[in-house]
């Protein structure tokens, strides 16, 4: 018997149909500065206090962290009046997205999200055995009603990430009250803001009032964005009891590392900071989006900290050619085909320094692919 036929262990179905999820690039070439606008990261980095809280983990390496988080939980209680026993921790609100996914779907049950999703909710479904169902955007934006059309009674979960990413583009509360209200009791709904800091609006809500009255409704949080705690993986949701308690059953027990407990806590506390951040994504989103539309580039309006840019498809104007042009120059953006958005690259919002070099650098790569 040949090795290619030889028996070994078979993946269940719908596992080898996923897609690895690919991270934005994080290189440039060799002598260019680099600007890395791919991950949409802070550009003010962490909370000074976050780092001081992590650094005094280092001398108690050798002791398992508090398995529930406590302390971090307790600390984001605190500042949304939240009961904490109804808050879940985990490494990255990647981790809860999928702890959800497992507790709630299996074989024969379907996924909803919309077309320019997170990919990571494709991802989750199939690897807990289900069916992704994806409902088609208007301009770039959920459309309720196509969700709601989507639902059958196989429909076991309904993601929505308000903002999404790659997008930037929100539903107003409203339209999420619509949403909740016209599935059934026993379908969840999933509430992704990992970019709720972000939003200037006044008829944006992130959800925590749908879930404090409903039993259905469950909202995830990062510390990866506005907090700039990428690297530690903290993610948190609030729930349902219920809920909670199934996610906390299929949880690891430690899947919070102490670094991470005590440097989300610290950073959750320290709101001059945030407000900091804030205010620069608040000066420069809308720089970057009118300098870049004054290039007679299409961007799509963004609530996050980051854009969309749309780019031709005619061959030396494309995106591709875009990101190829600005690789070369030390300005590292997303590609993002895997979105079926091949002909866009997603900016994030960085330090003036970078958001400056990158409209110059695609102020040159316009003139130059104009002059053929």
Known sequence: MSAAAAPRPVPRPGVLEIEAYVPGKSAAPAGVKLHKLSSNETPMGPSPAAIAAMQETASHLELYPDGSATKLRQAIAQKYGLDPERI???????????????????????????????????????????????????????????????????????????????????????????LHAGLPKTTLLVLDAAYAEYVRRNDYAAGLEL?????????????????????????????????????????????????????????????????????????????????LEGLGLTVTPSVGNFVLIHFPEAAGHTAADADAYLTARGMILRRVGAYGLPNALRMTIGTAEANEAVVAALTEFVTSAARG
């Open 211 to 291: 879930v404090a009255e409903s039993e259905n409704v469950v909202m995830t949080r990062t510390f990866s964005k506005v907090y700039g705690l990428a690297a530690l993986r903290i993610g948190w949701m609030v729930a349902p009891a219920a809920i909670a308690d199934a996610v906390n059953r299929i949880r690891g027990p430690f899947n919070l590392g102490a670094a991470a407990i005590t440097a989300g806590a610290a950073a959750m506390a320290d709101d001059a900071h945030i407000v900091k951040a804030v205010a620069h994504n608040d000066e420069w989103l809308p720089k970057v989006t009118k300098a």
């Open 88 to 178: 879940v921790c985990g490494a990255g609100s990647d981790e809860l997205l999928s702890l959800l996914t497992y507790a709630y779907m299996g074989p024969g049950d379907e996924g909803l999200y919309s077309q320019y999703g997170f990919l990571v909710y494709r991802i989750a479904i199939l690897a807990a055995g289900g069916t992704p169902v994806v409902a088609p955007e208007r301009d770039h934006t959920t459309d309720v009603d196509a969700l709601l059309a989507a639902v059958t009674d196989r429909t076991r979960i309904v993601y929505l990430a308000n903002p999404n990413n790659p997008t930037g583009t929100y539903l107003p509360f409203d339209e999420v009250r619509r």
